[in-house]
């Protein structure tokens, strides 16, 4: 299973527009990949907060439209990274897009955990409620973004969906770049599955993007790290890995807290 990770800059003198069309071109030299994946919000920027009214859409708007033609004529499975969604009701949501070979939406996941405590994301959008994971003819993804990292349950629950890889795209800050690359192996690790991070790059909003996107195994072991500018990083996994790791060393057996029983209640 060949994934690809479009690390793409979110250049702040490069209109939305000019940017959906310079992904899309990216996308389509990833022919011959099984899966190619996009950052968080990548279209407007992660904390360009000032333009999310202006450029928030639907699930089926512009973005879908110029991603799922390039997932077409590039044959892949596309995690479009996220959108700035307006639902009917006019809230807000950070909505991510995966997109089949055939150019359908395979499935959508809205942000759970919104980053800014009591600013930005955090007060403009709404907070999703929903897992979401999709079924690849190899692994079963589970969709998480950027802040949701810091959140070990909510993987947790992934795995207990069916999850064996994990897709992570993300804006998340050069400042704390140390712990992204440390809690994208500690999700690998703990639930001995891949993780795909995939981040942006450059300055916006006048925030340093961390770039450093990642690739990790279900041992986690670091298969590929980008470094801190534009980059595309393509790598080979093994679906395989993820059952013969549960298997060889099955931790997750001895989980005790995932379902309070009155054993445990005790």
Known sequence: MRASLIQIAADPDESVNSRRQRAASLVREQRGADLVVLPELWPVGAFAYQSFEDEAETPAGPTYEVMAEAARDAGVW????????????????????????????????????????????????????????????????????????????????LVDAGAGLFVIPAGWPARRRGHWTLLARARAVENQAYVLACGTAGTHADVEQAGHSIVVDPWGEVLAEAGPDEEILTVDLDPAKVAATRDQFPVLKDRRLGVVTPDILR
């Open 78 to 157: 596309l995690h479009a990274g996220s959108i700035v969604e307006r639902d009917p009701d006019g809230t807000l949501y950070n909505t991510s897009l995966v997109i089949s070979p055939a150019g359908e939406l395979a499935g959508t996941y809205r942000k759970i955990h919104r980053f800014g405590f009591d600013k930005g994301e955090a007060v403009m959008m709404g907070a999703g409620a929903d897992l979401a994971t999709v079924v690849l003819p190899d692994l079963t993804i589970g969709l998480a973004t950027c802040y949701d990292l810091r959140f070990p349950e909510l993987f947790r629950g």
